[in-house]
């Protein structure tokens, strides 16, 4: 059984970073995509950003490119998502998601197992 934990989110003023942390564990981590995802409140679940297996090619949502960044350890079976330059509008939830498949894939449908969430908020 695949679980995935966040952490590290936190209330932080506009402008400020956090690092969400997401520790993988019940399968061999390196092979597989990892995606991170938000839901604000009274919105639907949005794609943020993805790394892929093998290679770790990642991509991105417009709206949190070259702020953003996601990357993977694999020794540490973990994936990171670093948040530059925070703006109110990126308060939300945010999930952790795997897939079994090295591609990396914007549509949460194509995710398998999720984490239970961490509270991002940003104040103006």
């Known amino acids: 059984q695949v679980q995935l934990v966040e952490s590290g989110g936190g209330l932080v003023q506009a402008g400020g970073s956090l690092r969400l942390s997401c520790a993988a564990s019940?399968?061999?981590?390196?092979?597989?995509?990892m995606g991170w995802f938000r839901q604000a409140p009274g919105k639907e679940r949005e794609f943020v950003a993805a790394?892929?297996?093998?290679?770790?090619?990642?991509y991105y949502s417009d709206s949190v490119r070259d702020r953003f960044t996601i990357s993977r350890v694999n020794a540490k079976n973990t994936v990171y998502l670093q948040m530059n330059s925070l703006k109110p509008e990126d308060t939300a939830i945010y999930y952790c998601?795997?897939?079994?498949?090295?591609?990396?894939?914007?549509?949460?449908?194509?995710?398998?197992?999720w984490g239970q969430g961490t509270q991002v908020t940003v104040s103006s």
């Open positions: 790394i892929s297996g093998g290679a770790g090619s990642t």
């Open positions: 998601a795997t897939r079994t498949s090295v591609g990396l894939t914007t549509n949460a449908n194509d995710y398998h197992y």
């Open positions: 019940g399968r061999t981590f390196r092979t597989y995509a």
